[in-house]
């Protein structure tokens, strides 16, 4: 089937596959939600808790965002480490007399920037928010341009589905755990001593140092995706120092697998969101429509990876340069972020039927590939320590590929992690009911990095000090993004007034 779109649909369908080969980077790395970018450089380093104001680099930033830059310590744990800086930014209440403080916006990844998200995402907040806090983004530790690492992959290392990595089509991981061996070892080699300190808990305690650089006794905050493990984190080390915290697309917080348990769960969000991109690429009069009926859909995409498998369609310019069963089921993972993106996987889909390729996607410079790379790797593997057994792989991925033929054992398979050289520095924090409470957690339903039985989790350790919000929606992201108006509205007046459901809500 072949479909005929105007040169601006075709120039926003360009931006979304730049976008979606960056968010499958950072989302090996697990879930951000928006792009990364470098954009928003920050003035030079200052002394450690204090920040200078002045105007920030960059393109297409709101006139009155600022950028500074905290001297924060690479590491907690020694009163001499040498100091490393984090990029901030800010605009500040647009009604002082109204001010309440200060509303972080805490990206998702690891490997995720809001540098430029008071410029962004925060403009999209109700004005009555905009007016009680000043809107605060930053670029976490080791991503650019705080002090960054890399780890000077290779080329076809970058490639989303070596970082995220999918067994071979006979379900072989040998290839990845060799890929895992070289990868880690390029990270060791040339990360220096801060990919060693890279970690979430690190994360929370130069937030914290962000707090009190702002002048700050609390800090609101919003986090996204892996910002609400973040987020979690921040309000278990520092609860009092929390005033209203909104918890959106939430991470579980099993403290025995972290990470892993993020990457397992795509196995359930791909089948919790499969049915809806199936209606919607069967619905009659969508141009990119590819079966009649909705119960077609699947075992189509099923039998065009297994065909893909064995005979791989070349596509120059893209990385890996073939399209294969593996390319096409990262693509899906990619689109199901937000039904908006479905035309990618469809068109894919429909150009695979032919034999043919669209266009190469497009992906950010390889300088920012590397660097977000790096920090994923980093945090990833620095929070828990990952299996180190190849049968133990070997055995979780055959049971995933049965269990689970949509995701072909990738979300239980042996990331870098395994063959990462380093061991945890700390044990992962547990997160509790301990601590005043001033959460509101917003969830979809149908979310393909964090499903909603992981949200259930973290739901479940945070006790009394969370209400939860359940959104009847499709995509990754719920308020302002890919929820619904009710989730919108709940989330909107806790921000400004502190009120809360008296019980978790379903928004339907």
């Known amino acids: 089937m072949t479909t005929q779109r105007t040169g601006n649909t075709t120039r926003s369908r360009n931006r979304s596959r730049r976008?979606?080969?960056l968010v499958g980077v950072s989302a090996v790395l697990l879930g951000v939600t928006a792009p990364v970018t470098a954009s928003a450089a920050a003035a030079p380093a200052h002394r450690e808790d204090t920040l200078t104001w002045t105007k920030c680099e960059g393109t297409g930033l709101d006139t009155?965002?600022?950028?500074?830059?905290?001297?924060?310590p690479m590491d907690y744990a020694d009163p001499h480490s040498p100091r490393i800086s984090i990029a901030v930014s800010r605009i500040p209440s647009e009604k002082p007399s109204a001010r309440r403080g200060a509303l972080l916006l805490i990206p998702g990844g690891p490997g995720g920037s809001s540098l430029d998200d008071p410029s962004g995402k925060g403009q999209k907040l109700p004005k009555a928010v905009r007016e009680a806090y000043d809107l605060v983004g930053f670029a976490p530790r080791g991503l650019a341009p705080s002090t960054a690492v890399d780890c000077g992959l290779d080329h076809v290392?970058?490639?989303?589905?070596?970082?995220?990595p999918w067994p071979a089509a006979d379900g072989s991981i040998a290839g990845n755990l060799a890929d895992a061996q070289r990868m880690s070892q390029a990270c060791a080699k040339n990360g220096g001593e801060l990919m060693r300190h890279l970690s979430t808990a690190d994360e929370a305690r130069d937030i914290d140092r962000l707090r009190a650089a702002l002048g700050e006794k609390k800090?609101?905050?919003?986090?996204?995706?892996?910002?609400?493990y973040v987020g979690a984190v921040y309000n278990q080390l520092f609860p009092r120092r929390v005033d209203r915290m909104v918890l959106d697309s939430n991470d579980n917080p099993d403290p025995t697998r972290v990470n892993r348990a993020w990457l397992g769960a795509h196995e359930q969000g791909v089948e919790d969101t499969f049915p809806d991109f199936a209606a919607w690429a069967s619905r009659p009069g969508n141009p990119d429509r590819v079966a009649e009926r909705a119960a077609d859909v699947r075992p189509l995409f099923l039998r065009l990876a297994a065909r893909?498998?064995?005979d791989p369609i070349p596509w120059p310019g893209a990385n890996p340069e073939e399209l294969n069963g593996n390319v096409l089921r990262?693509?899906?993972?990619?689109?199901?972020?937000?039904?908006?993106?479905?035309?990618?996987?469809?068109?894919l889909m429909l150009a695979a039927q032919r034999g043919t390729v669209p266009p190469a996607p497009q992906g950010p410079p390889e300088a920012v590939l590397q660097n977000v790379a790096a920090v994923g790797a980093g945090t990833l593997c620095n929070d828990v320590a990952w299996p180190r057994s190849a049968a133990a792989y070997e055995k979780d991925v055959a049971d995933s590929r049965a269990a689970y033929p949509l995701t072909a054992g990738m979300p239980r398979n042996a990331m870098l992690c395994a063959a990462w050289p380093y061991p945890p520095r700390q044990e992962p924090v547990r997160i509790t009911d301990h601590g005043p409470s001033n959460v509101l957690l917003v969830q979809n339903e149908r979310d393909v990095a964090t499903p909603l039985g992981g949200a259930l989790k973290l739901r479940s350790a945070l006790g009394r000090r969370a209400v939860m919000v359940t959104v009847n929606s499709t995509g990754h992201g719920a308020y302002l993004a890919n929820g619904n108006a009710c989730g919108d509205r709940t989330v909107s007046r806790?921000?400004?007034t502190g009120v809360r459901p008296d019980t978790d809500l379903y928004c339907g």
């Open 219 to 228: 800090l609101s905050a919003w986090g996204v995706s892996y910002g609400t």
């Open 64 to 72: 009155r965002q600022r950028c500074a830059t905290l001297d924060v």
């Open 494 to 496: 806790f921000l400004a």
């Open 330 to 347: 990262q693509t899906m993972l990619d689109s199901f972020y937000s039904p908006a993106n479905y035309p990618d996987l469809a068109e």
């Open 308 to 310: 893909l498998d064995r």
């Open 19 to 21: 976008d979606a080969a």
């Open 157 to 164: 290392g970058l490639a989303t589905t070596r970082l995220r």
